[in-house]
């Protein structure tokens, strides 16, 4: 299994010379499993750039996993090329609702006024499904998704592949509420897909400073992430969901707080363009 970033920025993309070495683009990895599909987290602006990197080698079917329909991680859907190649089979799977389905939800952002082509107007072959209960596979891959406090109905997602894991908890707020410190791990939001992960991407939007005043955002301090890290017992910590306020400097300053008080394994900072091998 291999994964590489398109995007990791949160809530609003924010290119310019301050977040060069991290990128503004916002939340989008391809992943491909051994058996070399293609799987796609979320549809951030980042989408947009792996689409055009494609070039004509796009396999038949490709599978996009959305965390939640936040536009910062749906808004580079329209600009996807394969969307717009009739012999793309598109399935795109996202956290149910129990008021209206992915389909009408995705549909009110792919139509008039806020974009010129509907969803049910696009040339590739759709299919929407409701990330399921029991874990799925998609080719080689076993896909686990489950629901994680954030606003609005989102999930995070387990991969599973050739005897390695990659965990995607994207928008996060396990300690909204919640002593991380004191409380059992079966009881922490998304601790059932981050358990034991070789490579865990988590939000880490705010600094402890910050935090307070942004509690119920749906988004993790650096202690928090550290706290989860610990709980979850991941082997290598991404961080992930970068605030389009803070620059690179900035973000570096996060990563140093977080190897300070997680020292459970390797903690980096998600990057555009940066590469993963699971072999």
Sequence with gaps: MRAKFWGARGSLASPGPDTIRYGGNTSCI???PEDGGLVILDSGTGIRA????????????????L??????HLEGLGFFAPL????????????????????DRISQYLSPPLFPVRLAEVPA??????????????????????????RGPTVGYRIEDAGRSLAYLTDHEPAFAVDLSSVAPEWVSGWEVAAGADVLIHDCQY??????????FGHSSTRHVAD???????????????????????????????????????VDLAREGQEIDFS
């Design 30 to 32: 391809e992943v491909r």
């Design 50 to 65: 792996l689409g055009a990197s494609l070039d004509g080698t796009a396999p038949k079917r490709i599978d996009i996993l």
């Design 67 to 72: 965390s939640h329909l936040h536009l910062d």
């Design 84 to 103: 717009w190649d009739p012999a793309t089979e598109l399935h795109i799977w996202g956290p149910p609702s129990p008021t209206r389905s992915l389909s």
């Design 125 to 150: 072959h759709l299919e929407l499904h409701d990330a399921l209960d029991e874990s799925w596979s998609l080719g080689s891959a076993k896909i686990t998704a489950r629901p994680i406090i954030h």
């Design 207 to 216: 600094t402890e400073e910050e935090y307070p005043d942004r509690a119920g």
């Design 228 to 266: 989860f890290a610990r709980l979850a017992g991941a082997r290598r910590l991404l961080l992930f969901h970068h605030d389009p306020n803070h620059t690179d400097e900035d973000l570096e300053s996060l990563c140093d707080r977080v190897r300070e008080l997680w020292d459970g394994g390797s």
